[in-house]
């Protein structure tokens, strides 16, 4: 027992002392690894978690140093496949599931077998092709990443080179990884997408403009928050179920909703008459053949086939109306208000301001007005975590975690939704909030103008450097701020030249003598500097050469007109 026990602490294993000769040679030659078992970080020592505790606990900052205590480390939400695109986009999925899980718990993912279709923004190119118009685009819920379907499918659609057949890495016999992130791609697990046409540079919140903001309202148990004015206008107080696909009203403020057959359909439709436009378009210049084209087309009929046997084999329930005795719940539900937006920021009015509508409408939720214009004056960004869920934001519990959040800093003097008495309880507080924030945005003007001169700085460096020091002009800090780094925008501006002095015109013809002095033309007739090497007389004077040559061709040729040439002719033949 002991020499087996010592056998496998040494890490031979077991088994090693049944092999004879073998045992003795492994247990000779083999390393002790027991000191692996015994190998900590230094974070999980604990002199590391005490130091740490302690330095968190002790810690307050200076004694009226205006500043804040050391925060506490806020836990990050890695998203990816499913999680990450429950985040970011939004689904149509089947109108005939109640989806309860997705109602009690926002962060819980839609079945995948559910959707119809994702809904994304503009903007995204296929990695294949690298076309921004996708032409019945789909995505891979492993990844969330979009393809064109034609190329979707002839990426599936391809095999192995037979040479790499032959190398022991080719395991499969397709090609099954997404070309950006290597993530296994499965049949089933592909997507229709939907792109939103609308340009989200231009469909978000700007400080110092206008923005138009929507009072939401959502019960204390449902996570479907719905427009105050969509349940005042029809009376109806809300069943929890996700709206329709086709309710514009409510279409920039929740993610997910409910669709037909009909919308399947119509779907698919737009998509086979976007697939043959750009067949047609494509076939003359380019010699497109038709074989992508009728596996796109055999795809989508499958697809469609699919969904018709489910919403044709299954019952489909009445579409459900609102309980007109729980209208009474809408007393104690959530108020708040949002933009508009299509983006994935969600856009929210921060508490502060909404003390202030509050106290303008008599503390009445319900009196508050279905929508405020108000100017924007800061911009808050953050992130969707337990914290803010559970502590300071309960009502936008609706929003799963890791979305990204933005609070709405407004200016409401002289505003039409603010009374005078209103105004007047919170303006001390709506000043400083002010100030602070005219501070912070003054604080980023500057560390972005000192940002620029310090690049500008070192590109200057890095052209005297690659110059060989041929522009050595000293750099004077001041000037260069004032001046905000650059120069006019003509050719014949130069930097190196020294500033002219119009009040001391003989300074000018001084500077103007002394630089003519020391610079002399070449023979292109532009100014160089003079050498300060004095020249010296290496005997080599091409004057005299020149002059010797001379008399030795003008010896020669006089020695050829002495020469007598003798002619003799004779009247023989031969």
């Known amino acids: 027992m002991t020499s087996s026990n010592t056998i496998k602490s040494d890490g031979t ?25 015994e190998f900590l970080l230094y974070r999980d020592l604990p002199e590391y978690r005490q130091q740490l505790d302690h330095s968190f606990d002790n810690y307050s900052g200076p004694q009226n140093s205006g ?13 990816h496949g499913m999680r990450f695109i ?10 005939r599931k109640p989806y309860l899980a997705q109602q009690l718990d926002p962060n819980v993912p839609v079945d995948q077998e559910d959707i119809l279709c994702i809904v994304t923004p503009q903007g995204t190119a296929c ?5 921004e118009e996708l032409m019945a ?15 979707l499918l002839a990426l599936l659609d391809s095999k192995l080179p037979a040479s790499m057949k032959r190398e022991s890495k080719a395991v499969v016999e397709k090609y099954t990884d997404c070309p950006l992130c290597a993530s296994v791609i499965r049949r089933g697990e592909i997507k229709p997408v939907v792109v939103d046409t609308t340009d989200v540079r231009f469909d978000m919140p700007k400080v110092n403009d206008e923005v138009v903001l929507t009072l939401m309202a959502r019960q204390s148990s449902q996570i479907v928050p719905v427009p105050s004015a969509a349940f005042s206008e029809t009376g109806d107080a809300g069943c929890g179920q996700f709206p329709w696909a086709d309710q514009l009203q409510t279409a920039p403020f929740l993610r997910i909703y409910r669709g037909s057959l009909d919308y399947v359909i119509a779907m698919y ?5 976007a697939l043959k436009d750009a067949y047609e378009n494509d076939r003359d210049t380019f010699f497109v053949s038709g074989k992508l084209l009728a596996l796109a087309y055999q795809s989508i009929d499958e697809d469609l086939k699919s969904w018709t046997e489910k919403f044709l084999s299954e019952y489909q329930p009445e579409h459900v109306t609102g309980n007109p005795a729980a209208a009474d719940a ?6 708040y208000y949002q933009t508009g937006f299509k983006c994935a920021t969600t856009f929210i009015l921060s508490a502060l301001d909404m003390k202030v509508l509050k106290a303008s409408y008599g503390s009445d939720y319900l009196q508050l007005p279905p929508s405020v214009v108000a100017k924007v004056e800061n911009i808050c960004y953050d992130e969707m975590d337990e914290e803010l869920a559970t502590s300071r934001y309960k009502y936008i519990l609706h929003l799963p975690l890791g979305t990204q959040l933005g609070f709405l800093e407004c200016c409401w003097q002289n505003n039409e939704y603010i009374l005078p008495d209103a105004w007047a ?11 602070k924030s005219a501070r912070k945005l003054h604080q980023e003007e500057k560390s972005q103008q000192r940002a620029f001169h310090e690049e500008e700085r070192r590109a200057r460096e890095y052209i005297e450097e690659v110059n060989h020091g041929a522009i050595s002009v000293p750099h004077d800090p001041v000037q260069w701020a004032n001046s905000g780094g650059i120069g006019p925008l003509s050719i014949t501006y130069h930097r190196e030249l020294p500033a002219l002095l119009r009040d001391s015109p003989t300074r000018s013809r001084s500077l103007s003598a002394d630089a003519s002095e020391s610079t002399q033309r070449s023979v292109w007739g532009t100014k160089i500097p003079k050498t300060e090497a004095e020249e010296q007389d290496d005997g080599w004077d091409a004057d005299e050469m020149i002059r010797k040559a001379r008399e030795e061709i003008e010896k020669q040729e006089g020695k050829k007109q002495k020469k007598k040439y003798i002619l003799i002719l004779t009247n023989g033949w031969p």
């Open 330 to 335: 809408w007393k104690t539900a959530f108020y």
């Open 67 to 79: 500043r804040l205590r050391m925060p506490q480390k806020r836990t990050k939400h890695h998203l």
């Open 137 to 151: 685009p789909r995505m891979i819920t492993s990844c969330g990443h979009v393809l064109c379907l034609p190329c």
């Open 13 to 37: 294993g077991g088994n090693a002392r049944n092999e004879g000769g073998q045992s003795r040679a492994a247990k000779k030659n083999a390393a002790s690894i027991k000191h692996l078992l």
């Open 425 to 435: 309880t919170y303006k001390s507080e709506l000043l400083k909030r002010s100030k």
């Open 269 to 273: 439709d737009q998509e086979k008459a």
């Open 86 to 95: 429950n985040v970011n986009y939004k689904f149509v999925v089947d109108c």
């Open 127 to 131: 990695p294949i092709c690298l076309s």
